[in-house]
């Protein structure tokens, strides 16, 4: 089943999601949806605020990226109650883009190494697990999620103001994505 995806703005994306268990809800099905959810927008990670939950829980299919960056190859995994152990190596700038903000693309920087301890689908404990290259790159984008952190939280103070307009109409629905999205309630003004 296709999940609707929260749009920039939208307060779960700005919080600390919990951790689970493995009697978490429907877990199985909350994955296997958030899987055809991201390959149905075209997305290579997702991230359970993106759909409205508020828990650490990510997803990453580094595939489309495998012609230009092999080891993305079968790159498909499953992350819970992800914690960052450390992060290493000189940063290196990566365009990025995310579901929750359509339209929009920007090079981010970010530290090429990374060591992450998680539990898999299978709730089998990972420690300190190294990535590197692309495939660091987008569980640093996804983890972030799991932080209440965007990508354009992390761009330069200018770059963002110049983005203030677009990030603005992304959140009442103008944007060109053809998926559906989840909009921050309107504030009503007295
Ligand atoms: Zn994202």
């Known amino acids: ?14 919080k600390k999601g919990e951790e689970i268990d493995k009697n978490y809800p429907e877990l199985d099905k909350l994955i296997e949806d958030m899987f055809e959810t991201m390959y149905e927008s075209n997305g290579v990670g997702l ?59 920007e ?12 539990y898999d689908e299978n709730f089998e404990f990972h420690e300190e697990e190294k990535f590197d290259g692309i495939k660091a790159r987008i569980i640093q984008h996804e983890y972030d999620h799991t932080d209440g952190i965007l990508f354009v939280d992390r761009l330069p103070a200018f770059k963002k103001l110049l983005l203030k307009r677009k990030l603005s109409d992304i959140s009442v629905g103008k944007h060109g994505a053809k998926y559906k999205m989840i909009y921050p309630k309107k504030r009503v003004k007295k």
């Open 1 to 14: 089943m296709m999940l609707p995806i929260t749009a920039y703005g939208h307060p779960v994306l700005k």
């Open 47 to 105: 991230a359970a605020p993106q759909i409205n939950r508020s828990i650490r829980l990510f997803i990453v299919d580094a595939s489309p990226f495998a012609e230009e960056y092999p080891e993305a190859q079968d790159f498909k995994k499953v992350f819970i109650n992800a914690q960052l152990v450390r992060e290493e190596g000189d940063e290196w700038e990566f365009e990025e883009g995310c579901l929750s903000v359509p339209g929009i693309n």
């Open 107 to 118: 090079y981010v920087s970010r530290k090429p190494v990374i060591y992450l301890s998680y």
